[in-house]
């Protein structure tokens, strides 16, 4: 059975990329039927593919999803808020149409796990959780002077899911805990430049492809 793989791509994109993938596989029907305002495209030729929007539709807008309405929805100008946070590191910032509006890049230790013969495992596990919350309040902070100057929209977490989740539950982002989430994206290091393709990616359209069977046998 073939492995899928998935894409990301922009609202502006998403037109170009269905023309090519018609051209491609022999043309396309499509099943509205997922949930989350998702597309299932059935191709001639056995491909699939399933087009996820970058948040569902609100609960009054939702309606038959289509293409219109996924471009639309990668498209829609949102504030987000990404939080990407690694054992070391952290990078926080807000994006809008793709680019950083603000961010802060920094990094805190925090030691890997001990190897048999090293510090007694008590010892070592309060160290190691005393750098890690010392991590997670650094993020946080960081994270709330940066959003505080813009309106928020939507939320993207990044890196490690634990220490991410930890950071939008500190007490300085009380106010963006509920707000709408993007899907989790696995990241390095968090960088300044994966916390600019963080940005340039946070509203784009998720499409998992399945190629046909004899593809994958080829």
């Known amino acids: 059975?073939?492995?899928?793989?998935?894409?990301?791509?922009?609202?502006?994109?998403?037109?170009?990329?269905?023309?090519r993938f018609a051209q491609r596989?022999?043309?396309?029907?499509?099943?509205?039927?997922?949930p989350g305002?998702?597309?299932?495209?059935?191709?001639?030729?056995g491909c699939?593919?399933?087009?996820?929007?970058p948040l569902p539709p609100a609960q009054e807008a939702a309606g038959a999803p289509s293409v219109e309405a996924l471009t639309a929805a990668a498209g829609e100008p949102r504030a987000v808020a990404l939080i990407l946070v690694r054992r070391g590191g952290y990078s926080v910032g807000v994006a809008r149409n793709g680019r950083l509006l603000a961010s802060k890049t920094g990094t805190r230790y925090v030691q890997s796990r001990t190897a048999a013969g090293?510090?007694?495992?008590?010892r070592f596990a309060r160290r190691r959780a005393n750098q890690a919350s010392s991590l997670v309040q650094a993020a946080a902070e960081h994270a709330s002077a940066v959003f505080s100057a813009h309106p928020i929209d939507c939320v993207q977490l990044g890196g490690d899911r634990t220490l991410a989740l930890e950071v939008l539950a500190h007490p300085a982002l009380t106010q963006y805990a509920h707000l709408p989430r993007l899907p989790f994206t696995a990241v390095p290091d968090p960088r300044l430049a994966v916390l600019e393709r963080a940005a340039a990616e946070a509203m784009s359209v998720r499409i998992t492809i399945t190629d046909p069977p004899e593809a994958a046998a080829g």
């Open 25 to 34: 596989n022999g043309g396309y029907t499509i099943d509205a039927g997922s």
């Open 37 to 45: 305002g998702a597309l299932t495209l059935n191709a001639s030729n």
């Open 48 to 53: 699939r593919a399933v087009l996820v929007p």
């Open 118 to 122: 090293g510090w007694s495992q008590q």
């Open 1 to 19: 059975m073939a492995e899928p793989r998935t894409v990301l791509v922009s609202g502006e994109r998403l037109a170009g990329w269905l023309e």
